[in-house]
């Protein structure tokens, strides 16, 4: 049996937590948080999921006058599977929405998802039968912009708000960085636990 | 080295790079938004503030034409009688409420054109991102300008 390392502890909140030293984690971990953090926060790729006239001012905060690339977001993926961050613009329709689940769920852990503008936050003017309102009702959103459409100054400082989260929250779980298992299998943490 | 090396390879890669070096030159557009902040146009339309007069009192009446006007019905406004104990705008009643739900709302101005007393303005703040769907229903506090400070 695998000697059980002391600072990699699965978490409740009682236990030590990786990488928080008020509650016992390692100095050592506590940096490579901030390492994970930097380095997820500066390559958002995001995907293209431009559903109407907000993808526009999408394509424009790429392109050469507001140039997203000076945040490492330039890497626009049309696969789901080399992207970290959704950018939902447009309205979503009730037949768009599936779709736009399914794409999520292909989407590698961690990921993220802006909701651009009043359509894709809300639903914005169209109260209807036909639009989603609100794109939280089917993929947890994590920064919500206002406009219609936003100015791609605003979806930078959208990216910004993305960014600082990312810096501020702690990885408090080893499963979000991806060595439960290869440091501790399941069915041992069952057994130390128990 | 033939005429074909020339004409295939060295000229191509050389024409090519003219085009970059021309490049350089030219006046570089981008903006550093976080850093500098492009001027905005002069009808530009983002977040809604509740304007005062000079004496402190709110311009806003409590009439809800705005939320009349709105096409995206984001807009609450309840209104009520003022006192003249108690007065907070210049006309016979105030908004006791007055609640812009910002990510509903497609900032087209038909409130401004609305409002009989100018009492709501789109101006120019665009950084509204949040992380909350609940810190975009703007109340009156945070709508309504500061108190002009008394020299």
Redesign the interface.
């Known amino acids: 049996m695998p000697q059980r390392i002391e600072t990699l502890v699965m978490h409740d909140s009682s236990t030590p937590v990786l990488g928080d030293m008020e509650k016992g984690g390692s100095v050592v971990l506590t940096s490579v948080d901030r390492l994970v953090a930097a380095a997820r926060s500066n390559s958002l790729w995001p995907l293209t999921f431009g559903l109407a006239c907000c993808a526009i001012e999408m394509m424009s905060t790429v392109a050469?006058?507001?140039?997203l690339a000076?945040f490492g977001s330039e890497a626009f993926r049309a696969t789901p599977r080399q992207a970290d961050v959704m950018i939902i613009a447009g309205r979503l329709s009730k037949k768009m929405a599936p779709v736009l689940r399914q794409i999520y769920d292909q989407m590698p852990e961690p990921k993220w998802v802006i909701s651009m503008g009043?359509c894709a936050?809300?639903?914005?003017?169209y109260?209807n039968y036909a639009i989603v309102q609100?794109a939280?009702q089917v993929v947890p959103v994590?920064?919500?912009?206002?406009?219609?459409p936003?100015?791609p100054?605003?979806l930078?400082?959208?990216v910004?708000?993305l960014q600082e989260?990312l810096r501020t929250r702690k990885v408090t779980s080893i499963s979000q960085i991806g060595l439960s298992e290869l440091l501790l299998p399941r069915e041992k943490d069952e057994e130390v636990l128990a | 080295m033939s005429v074909e090396f020339f004409r295939d390879i060295a000229k191509p890669v050389v024409s090519g790079f003219g085009i970059t070096a021309r490049r350089l030159k030219h006046r570089k557009?981008?903006?550093?938004?976080?850093e500098v902040?492009?001027e905005q146009y002069p009808r530009t339309r983002?977040r809604h503030v509740l304007k005062r007069y000079d004496n402190g009192l709110e311009k806003c009446i409590g009439c809800s034409l705005c939320a009349g006007a709105c096409?995206?019905?984001c807009i609450y406004v309840e209104a009520a009688e003022n006192t003249d104990e108690e007065r907070y705008s210049a006309g016979e009643r105030y908004a006791v409420r007055y609640e812009i739900?910002?990510?509903?709302?497609?900032?087209?101005g038909y409130c401004q054109d609305a409002c009989p007393t100018g009492a709501i303005v789109l101006q120019k703040d665009?950084?509204?991102?949040?992380?909350?769907?609940e810190s975009?229903i703007y109340t009156k506090e945070r709508l309504l300008e500061p108190l002009p400070q008394v020299v």
């Open positions: 050469s006058r507001f140039d000076r009043a936050s809300s639903g914005g003017v109260n609100g939280d994590d920064v919500y912009v206002p406009g219609c936003p100015s100054d605003a930078i400082f959208a910004m708000k989260k | 557009v981008t903006v550093m938004y976080p902040k492009r983002w096409p995206a019905r739900n910002m990510i509903r709302c497609i900032f087209c665009f950084e509204l991102a949040d992380y909350k769907r975009f």
